[in-house]
């Protein structure tokens, strides 16, 4: 009888170390995969198959005058490349001359979009959905703002143009250099103003606008966001081109 029952004990704790073992393994192979996977740019090691390429994004030339350009253009199937990569919520692609300028909104829908942790990167109070309203601060239950990105209860922007993950930044930039090779530079950003003021010259794109009195102000936006640019560029309705 003793027998009979210290052979099941024993055949017991053999099998919780083999699945013990295999649950180890496959969580490590787990671990692995999806860090090589589409949906986490935290990872950013030399083996990350996302990584292994020159950087594609940001500036690379070291012209001082590469955002200034001669015209520009809303590409709306690569916006939709871009917004169709995990992490992005909403994409704005334009094209000019010489360069592709790219604003989005992220979600949670991929890891390690940003480049460091903390709520500080964005730039929403989502608290408000917790109480339900709008303006966790007024108590406003609806938002005034017409603006697609606005403080409180939307998808996510970032201050600066490095509060962006690195490796969030080199697949949007191979996204769209393999839409578009003949792009000499991809810059790219998620702050606030700038996606709002790109989503306003898509508007002027998709109403049939000429763009070519709009280069000014567009320069100056990206040249203000990406470049060395000083001056502060305004809405596009208050532009004496509205």
């Not at 199937?77 to 604003?103: E, F």
């Not at 839409?179 to 790219?188: A, C, K, M, T």
Request: hydrophobic share 30%; charged share 20%; aromatic share 10%.
């Amino acid at each position: 009888m003793a027998v009979r029952q210290i052979l099941p004990a024993r055949r017991l704790v053999a099998l919780a170390c083999g699945i013990a073992l295999v649950c180890g393994l496959t969580g490590c192979n787990y671990t692995s995969y999806y860090q090589k996977s589409a949906h986490d740019y935290s990872s950013r090691t030399k083996n990350d198959p996302k990584m292994m390429r020159v950087r594609s994004y940001g500036s690379t030339t070291g012209n001082p005058k590469q955002h200034e350009n001669r015209y520009f253009e809303y590409s709306s199937k690569l916006s939709y490349d871009v917004k169709a990569l995990p992490g992005v919520n909403a994409a704005i692609v334009m094209l000019t001359d010489k360069n592709a300028y790219v604003a989005i909104l992220t979600d949670w829908s991929a890891t390690g979009t940003k480049s460091h942790g903390g709520a500080s990167t964005r730039e929403q109070d989502n608290t408000g959905t917790t109480e339900g309203v709008y303006n966790v601060d007024t108590g406003g239950r609806t938002p005034v703002d017409r603006q697609l990105v606005t403080p409180y209860n939307s998808y996510f922007t970032h201050k600066d143009v490095s509060d962006l993950s690195s490796e969030l930044r080199q697949v949007i930039g191979d996204t769209v250099r393999k839409g578009n090779p003949r792009i000499q530079e991809v810059h790219i950003s998620a702050n606030k103003e700038y996606v709002n003021q790109m989503v306003e010259f898509a508007k002027a794109s998709w109403g049939g606008r000429d763009l070519q009195p709009l280069v000014p102000e567009f320069n100056k936006l990206v040249n203000y966001t990406f470049g060395q640019g000083n001056e502060i560029p305004l809405p596009l309705n208050d532009t004496p081109y509205k």
